[in-house]
């Protein structure tokens, strides 16, 4: 296992900063440090702007902030795409989508316990671009298949740069659009998914997992081939408790849970405390404990990080600097409580 648990840091990578180096500092503050990925600071800092890089027929409009696909543009474009197809480099992000991420490479990681890397998935992508008749790319069956071959190799470039800083690194897929599969209404659905995401995974190098903050099929999800799973557990508690048999299975297949528990909105942070938090989580490991997960096993596969990212407080960036020093505190206080320093 190159992940390690026992309820050390981290954090999902989008953060409100606009000054990079002061995000760094903030990334590099936790346990598992990553790349942050700042919009505000530039829109080519956003998750879907990064993970268009290099695909062909994409219009990228920096003045309104917008990114649409074009079929036309696309078959003019698939040309060129195909002929880097086996230079990998070519797929990883470059400076201009992410200055702070060629930082981050320039950073001594070798001591740390692991880093982390993302890019935005396949599935969330998909449903976000609309071509030119206002349709989800993901909806249509001749792009689909190549979108999810691209973003294979733009993970598994960036998990090769990663492992050479620090041989324990690992990359999230972010699937904040994974929830939308489960809707009636999605156009796309569960079987088709399963069989694009299980074929998608077979294609990406480990260690590897989702995560996400929404709330989708959760016996779904855990029973894809991952190696971690993060996730929003402030809100999804109580539906949590009731997927202790897929769980289980997760955990027994040696996954790494995140538990996403300090909220990041300043509503909801200034409600908490670490006492109420370390409460909440001793409560949910407990119920799960009694549906027959061992506690150590939970303890010793698990990390803790924000519930959230926030992009929309009013103090920017004030809230969410506050929340990932909570949960360095919530981790200390847990690993102290549980004998695991």
């Known amino acids: 296992m190159t992940?390690?648990?026992?309820?050390?840091?981290?954090?999902?990578?989008?953060?409100?900063?606009?000054?990079?180096?002061?995000a760094l500092k903030t990334a590099l503050s936790l346990d598992i440090p990553f790349w942050p990925q700042l919009p505000n600071y530039s829109y080519y800092e956003d998750m879907y702007v990064q993970a268009a890089e290099h695909f062909p027929g994409i219009l990228l409009d920096m003045e309104n902030k917008t990114l649409r696909f074009s079929m036309d543009?696309?078959?003019?474009?698939?040309?060129?795409?195909?002929?880097?197809?086996?230079?990998?480099?070519?797929?990883?992000?470059?400076?201009?989508?992410?200055?702070?991420?060629?930082?981050?490479?320039?950073?001594?990681?070798?001591?740390?316990?692991?880093?982390?890397?993302?890019?935005?998935?396949?599935?969330?992508?998909?449903?976000?671009?609309?071509?030119?008749?206002?349709?989800?790319?993901?909806?249509?069956?001749n792009i689909r298949p190549f979108m999810f071959e691209i973003m294979a190799k733009r993970i598994n470039v960036q998990l090769k740069k990663l492992k050479e800083k620090n041989s324990n690194a690992f990359m999230f897929i972010d699937e904040p659009g994974m929830q939308f599969i489960f809707s009636a209404m999605s156009g796309y659905g569960e079987q088709k998914a399963k069989q694009d995401l299980d074929l998608?995974?077979?294609?990406?190098?480990?260690?590897?997992?989702?995560?996400?903050?929404?709330?989708?099929?959760?016996?779904?999800?855990?029973?894809?081939?991952?190696?971690?799973?993060?996730?929003?557990?402030?809100?999804?508690?109580?539906?949590?408790?009731?997927?202790?048999?897929?769980?289980?299975?997760?955990?027994?297949?040696?996954?790494?849970?995140?538990?996403?528990?300090?909220?990041?909105?300043?509503?909801?942070?200034?409600?908490?405390?670490?006492?109420?938090?370390?409460?909440?989580l001793n409560t949910i490991w407990n119920t799960l404990s009694n549906k027959g997960v061992p506690l150590d096993q939970i303890l010793n596969q698990s990390l803790i990080s924000p519930a959230t990212c926030c992009l929309v407080n009013q103090d920017k960036e004030k809230t969410v600097e506050k929340a990932f020093q909570l949960t360095k505190r919530l981790s200390e206080n847990l690993r102290e409580h549980h004998k695991l320093i």
């Not at 992940?3 to 002061?22: E, F, S």
């Not at 202790?244 to 996954?255: A, Q, V």
């Open 73 to 141: 543009k696309f078959i003019d474009e698939f040309e060129e795409t195909m002929s880097h197809f086996e230079d990998l480099e070519y797929f990883d992000v470059s400076p201009a989508y992410s200055s702070v991420y060629h930082k981050f490479l320039d950073v001594d990681l070798v001591d740390r316990p692991a880093i982390r890397g993302q890019l935005e998935g396949p599935v969330s992508f998909g449903f976000n671009v609309l071509d030119q008749d206002d349709r989800p790319i993901l909806f249509d069956d």
């Open 200 to 280: 998608f995974f077979s294609t990406i190098d480990g260690p590897r997992g989702i995560h996400l903050c929404g709330n989708p099929d959760w016996d779904f999800l855990l029973g894809l081939d991952m190696d971690v799973l993060s996730f929003d557990v402030y809100t999804n508690a109580q539906v949590l408790a009731s997927c202790h048999r897929s769980i289980k299975s997760f955990l027994d297949r040696d996954g790494i849970l995140v538990w996403g528990i300090v909220p990041t909105g300043i509503e909801t942070f200034e409600k908490e405390n670490l006492d109420l938090l370390a409460f909440k």
């Open 3 to 22: 992940i390690p648990g026992k309820l050390l840091t981290t954090a999902m990578a989008v953060m409100p900063h606009t000054d990079i180096n002061q």
